[in-house]
């Protein structure tokens, strides 16, 4: 039997249609400047956008041509964000924090024909755009375009001369709301970065998932400061939520330090804010020893990596702002799981759900698999490969098969972890870096936070290396603390107090410093390498 | 270019796992009693609902075969919300409030096969039994089925004789979102009533419209009392929605007085409410002399007819607790604005966004139409019938042309108003009731109020009726208050304080009660047809 329901496509030409319509006059993207902030009203916004739709008809993209933005977050992205998926066309947000050859595979793997640069950015793009095969127009934003020499056969436009003259309003074509909409690729670092592309119906369900009340709760009266950047993951969903509900949204364009944040937040008022933790430490630590005004904000959302639960604490009792914990990836549009205590959790209690990486919502599908295939419980305490599916997630890689993430409609997260009986997803590890001994699991991060705990250890990282008995144990490497000392048997006393027998390292090393990837985490790859290549120096504990 | 997001379908399957899954211990459905409670956690309730489903197969319900219920709110109707969909069959929810021979042709026009019927509605539902044609099993919930007397060829259960040794868990197949989930015929005052059929996408859609913080902004810390009926437009949505995100909901049963509600609102304190505005009046007489605790309610949903300002304000200024206005119909699933005022308006200024039908959210798009067929523009002035479409808005009737409601993928709604350039919608009328008087329109609604005013009038009706010169002019039929004595021509020079010259009356004529419909409202058909008829006793003003 047939539904009688109107098969009205989801697409973000509703959600700009919807921004910059009633909303137009009220809501604001306001971008910082280093001094103080430019505003533009969403109407302005949809009215550039159409201006941007046309320009870029005239360039050629008549089709679902890919148009890169190699861009910080500011207005002129927002336009982008908008004009180009509604016109037809794929946004491909470019990362610009990959390293260059990232960058030139990306943007060839994606095909982009034209790509829109900040004009601070030139000089750091200049240097790819040799490389990159398929561009034919870059466009500069917010400089001169005539700084950027560009190889024969492309063509250099000014963002504002495009766009001048052209009508502010455009026709808008009917989408397939399955169409693609916007690509993005994650930073792997263990192979080349791999595309996921958004269509508009993922979008559109992301966006009203932000805007849920247990989501990120975004509403008209929100101002939201999207730190996250654009090219990361849509900036959690953030842009296109906001125009969704008319909310109005702050862009800190390439000012991403603690003090312009600071100064930003207490000039304009934002009411929510979105950013990883490394960016709320600074925030915390600079906002100690410089006072400002920051009690606009209702909450603050940090992903990206797990929030140490002292900076939640420190944020909340100081300011009286709580921190929001959420969990997702590139490949999870990217909201996954938002940890909010469930109603009548009180004290201490709270934070084993704040801590958490959050409640998987209705749109997000999990389980668990471990070691042989099996699904495990969700009991709190088996732990096992997370698997999502949902109307939001990716089934594939664009141009680039990777069965290994894929099987069975699930994408295989990489994270390692359990979830509770009420649907609480608690993270211990990347499913890489797990040690797998005798058939159970080790946590790498956890041993590597217990061995943190010792007073003489700066930092301390965990790999498991092979072994005959158990096919693998932890190995420890150790950086101490400027003037320190302490043997391997020593750290391991200190952890029997809080480690599973079995789980007990005993093959240590120290090293001088740890090895790190780009974006200042761990990098356990570097690690194996060395210690498969026998330069580490490793004590074997009977 | 294709997207690379999964092809994961919108269901009422996913929202009955995960409502009964993660938030099945904590979520519960409170039915009352006339006494007190009694309690279902969500995930008996998901495992009676696989029951249910099993049970039904054994009786037949093997594909799309619509599944009848004849039921108040209570636990047992949220499982046949739950099963009858998850199961690939269609909820036919039967409105109890409609008269007999509506009911018999709304069962019979669906081809209802099985129905499910509530013990105390076993009298009521048993006159019409012999005429339902297709119904081969009749199910008693809440009583002994042996008092139902069948006829030949139909058979009669017990809900839980039904259900008993079933198996609680159920193999819920994959569905095409766009196929029938549930549906509901609009009490259409005119003809015969007209089938809503809604999929299991328009229902998920909605459900996240109604958790989103602009809409009914429900979460899991939410307990909702749903006192709109289930029959009613889905309950407004809050089953589902409730559902979605472990809000635990309150149902009200047959309860449906001031005071047992006001028992309901004390003893289980819920945090919202959803009901129409008279139930809303009959609560604050209640406790105005008898006074509980509703402090619980942190706002109330009012709609389904306009809502007296004044009601609004008592229950603010009384109560702590905001009325949120909200505006929708059978056709929109039923959400389709709310009347939240935009950030940062204040004082006085708040009222004239809370009394209007609300906001349109992104999901809705509506136009303005006017009499020549011309799309009016948003300026807070131009009035038209309001035009809407979206995903969870019907293109269609079932199984009923209806040319008249549907042209251009729009559904022509009957409602009559303006919409602020702020997409805030006012409606001013009903299309068929609005009087069309030399090419501008007369809200009749508008009248019959400023007429009220007048101390000596108890209700005043308003029509439009044929006129030589304008085409139509009003007619307004005036009952008196008690003992009052006024003639037409000072109710006149009354409205010239307050209506535009053109608008003001000639035709008056004084009725002895006014012709309601079934549900109260003024009867304007009837009162058109005394006039053709020669009935009423028209003066006619110079």
């Not at 989801?10 to 430019?38: D, N």
């Not at 959302?301 to 929001?324: D, H, N, R, W």
């Amino acid at each position: 039997m047939l539904s009688t329901m109107q098969d009205a496509p989801l697409s973000i030409t509703r959600i700009l249609e919807q921004g910059s319509g009633p909303h137009g006059a009220s809501a604001q993207v306001i971008t910082w400047t280093g001094e103080g902030s430019r505003r533009r009203s969403y109407a302005d916004v949809g009215r550039r956008a159409a201006q941007l739709a046309h320009a870029l008809r005239g360039l050629g993209v008549t089709g679902d041509q890919r148009v890169g933005t190699f861009m910080w977050n500011n207005a002129e992205h927002l336009e982008a964000y908008l004009a180009v998926p509604a016109m037809g066309a794929v946004l491909h947000t470019l990362n610009i924090r990959l390293f260059p050859e990232q960058l030139v595979y990306v943007a060839n793997h994606a095909e982009d024909e034209v790509v829109l640069v900040d004009a601070t950015l030139v000089p750091l793009f200049s240097t790819m755009l040799p490389e990159l095969r398929t561009v034919r127009h870059v466009v500069v934003v917010g400089g001169d375009a005539a700084a950027l020499e560009a190889p024969q056969g492309i063509e250099v436009h000014g963002y504002e001369e495009l766009l001048a003259g052209q009508p502010t309003e455009f026709p808008w074509p009917e989408l397939d709301e399955r169409s693609a909409a916007a690509m993005c690729y994650t930073s792997g670092t263990t192979a080349n970065p791999k595309g996921v592309v958004y269509s508009h119906r993922s979008i559109y369900l992301h966006s009203m998932q932000v805007c849920m009340t247990d989501g990120m709760a975004l509403s008209q009266a929100d101002r939201a400061l999207a730190i996250v950047p654009m090219f990361h993951a849509m900036s959690w969903g953030l842009p296109y939520a906001a125009l969704m509900v008319g909310a109005s949204i702050i862009m800190p364009d390439r000012f991403l330090q603690p003090e312009p944040l600071v100064r930003m937040i207490a000039d304009e008022r934002p009411t929510m804010a979105a950013a990883v933790p490394t960016i709320w430490q600074g925030v915390l630590k600079h906002l100690a020893d410089d006072p400002h005004d920051v009690s606009s904000l209702r909450e603050v959302v940090v992903g990206g990596a797990a929030c140490p639960p002292s900076l939640m604490k420190t944020f909340e009792q100081q300011y009286g702002i709580p921190v929001v914990h959420a969990w997702g990836m590139t490949e999870t549009s990217p909201l996954g799981s938002v940890a909010r205590p469930p109603a009548g959790v009180t004290g201490e209690r709270v934070w084993e759900y704040r801590a958490s990486q959050g409640r998987l919502p209705a749109g997000v599908q999990a389980r668990l698999v471990g070691d042989g295939g099996q699904v495990l419980p969700w009991d709190g305490q088996s732990v096992g490969e997370l698997e999502v599916r949902g109307p939001w997630v990716t089934a594939s890689y664009y141009g680039d098969a990777d069965p290994e993430k894929f099987h069975d409609g699930w994408l295989r997260t990489g994270d390692v972890g359990h979830i509770s009986p009420d649907g609480f997803l608690r993270l211990t590890d990347r499913a890489k870096d797990v040690i797998k001994s005798g058939g159970e699991w080790i946590s790498s991060v956890e041993l590597e936070n217990k061995v943190m705990d010792h007073p003489a250890v700066a930092e301390a990282m965990v790999i498991g290396v092979p072994d005959e008995k158990w096919s693998e144990r932890p190995l420890v490497a150790v950086v101490l603390r400027d003037g320190e000392q302490v043997d391997p048997a020593e750290l391991r006393d200190f952890l029997a107090g809080s480690v599973a027998k079995w789980q007990l390292p005993e093959y240590w090393t120290f090293i001088p410093e740890a090895p790190k990837t780009s974006v200042g985490k761990f990098d356990k790859k570097r690690l194996r390498q060395q210690h498969a290549d026998g330069e580490l120096d490793v004590t074997r504990l009977g």
